[in-house]
Antibody
Framework: EVQLVESGGGVVRPGGSLRLSCAAS????????MSWVRQAPGKGLEWVSG????????GYADSVKGRFTISRDNAKNSLYLQMNSLRAEDTALYHC????????????????WGQGTMVTVSS | DIQMTQSPSTLSASVGDRVTITCRAS??????LAWYQQKPGKAPKLLIYKASSLESGVPSRFSGSGSGTEFTLTISSLQPDDFATYYCQQYNSYLGTFGQGTKVEIK
């Protein structure tokens, strides 16, 4: 079964750090670009960051540029998001998502999504 | 950055109705547009990619059209399972952008 499972969320104080992980299974992970998409409580979807199939190309939303870092370990079938200098407005459910095009960019339609991991930034 | 604007924000409809949701891009995105359905507490589900291509397993009552800056998602005959929130997403630029969402409610 093709699956993405996120972990690493939790409660953190403003200015703190957190590292999210996304474990992929059921497909050849290093064939696909991947992204993180978040959803604040009661709000819409926001693309956060993406990485292409080999890690050679990354992109970030303006709202997180310079604070978040995306990476992947193809040997471990895993995607990561290092989040530093966290703010209250980063509070959201963070989903990892797979692009539907093999060996492509990090940005495409997303055909596989994880259920998400919740990040709460609060003092 | 490319902005995506969906309309309406909320839509009240009955089972069997034909429903149309519009998504406008702030600049041309060719046909690089996807549509998703999201139900409460669930991850989004891909319905349409490349503006008009139906994702495998998605019922044929869903269809997409448009190119450039104006796009539509049409549900030809609304079913009880279709009451949900729908999002468009552009993937033309190096930054992804979603529309703000359209909630389809029971009339």
């Amino acid at each position: 079964e093709v699956q993405l499972v996120e972990s690493g969320g939790g409660v953190v104080r403003p200015g703190g750090s957190l590292r999210l992980s996304c474990a992929a299974s059921g497909f050849t992970f290093d064939d696909y670009g991947m992204s993180w998409v978040r959803q604040a409580p009661g709000k819409g979807l926001e693309w956060v960051s993406g990485i292409n199939w080999n890690g050679g190309s990354t992109g970030y939303a303006d709202s997180v540029k310079g604070r978040f870092t995306i990476s992947r370990d193809n040997a471990k079938n895993s995607l990561y998001l290092q989040m530093n200098s966290l703010r209250a407005e980063d509070t959201a459910l963070y989903h990892c998502a797979r692009t539907m095009v093999r060996s492509g960019s990090y940005l495409d339609a997303f055909d596989i999504w994880g259920q998400g991991t919740m990040v709460t930034v609060s003092s | 950055d490319i902005q995506m604007t969906q309309s309406p924000s909320t839509l009240s409809a009955s089972v069997g109705d034909r429903v149309t949701i519009t998504c406008r891009a702030s600049q041309s995105i060719s046909s690089w547009l996807a549509w998703y359905q999201q139900k409460p507490g669930k991850a989004p589900k891909l319905l349409i990619y490349k503006a008009s291509s139906l994702e495998s397993g998605v019922p044929s009552r869903f269809s997409g059209s448009g190119s450039g800056t104006e796009f539509t998602l049409t549900i030809s005959s609304l079913q009880p399972d279709d009451f949900a929130t729908y999002y468009c997403q552009q993937y033309n630029s190096y930054l992804g952008t979603f529309g703000q969402g359209t909630k389809v409610e029971i009339k």
